[in-house]
C-alpha cells in the first residue's frame, strides 16, 4: 500500500512541474503569427519574422499570410494610382491585434512590426 501512494505522489510532482514549466515557457503558444492584408484593390510587399526570415507576397483584396514566428514585420504597398482604395494592414497574434496601419494615398505604403 505505500508503494501507491508513492507512486501517486510522484504523479502529482511530475503533473505540477509539466503544469508549472508550460506557464513559464509558454507551453500552449504556437509562435506564430498572421499578417492580415486587407485590400480594395491589388498590392505587393515582403512579410517576415526574425527567425522565420522574409519573403514577397502579391494579392488582391483581404488575405492573410502566417509568419512562423513570434516577431513579425510587414511593408506592403499598394499596386494602384487609384487613391481612393483602402489598404490596411495588421499584425495578429494569439487573435490580438498587434498593430493596424491604413493607407489610401497613390500607390501608399503601409509598415508594421511587432
Known amino acids: 500500500m505505500k508503494m501507491i501512494w508513492k507512486i501517486i505522489l510522484s504523479l502529482f510532482v511530475i503533473g505540477i ?62 499596386d494602384a494610382f487609384n487613391s481612393g482604395e483602402i489598404l490596411t494592414v495588421k499584425i495578429v497574434r494569439d487573435g490580438n491585434v498587434i498593430q493596424e496601419q491604413t493607407t489610401t494615398a497613390e500607390y501608399g505604403v503601409v509598415t508594421v512590426s511587432g
Open 17 to 78: 512541474i509539466v503544469f508549472c514549466g508550460m506557464a513559464i515557457f509558454g507551453g500552449s503558444s504556437d509562435n506564430t503569427t498572421t499578417i492580415v492584408v486587407e485590400s480594395d484593390g491589388a498590392y505587393s510587399g515582403s512579410i517576415g519574422g526574425l527567425n522565420d526570415g522574409q519573403r514577397t507576397i502579391e494579392g488582391n483584396g483581404d488575405q492573410n499570410f502566417t509568419v512562423n514566428d513570434t516577431y513579425a514585420s510587414a511593408c506592403i504597398q499598394k
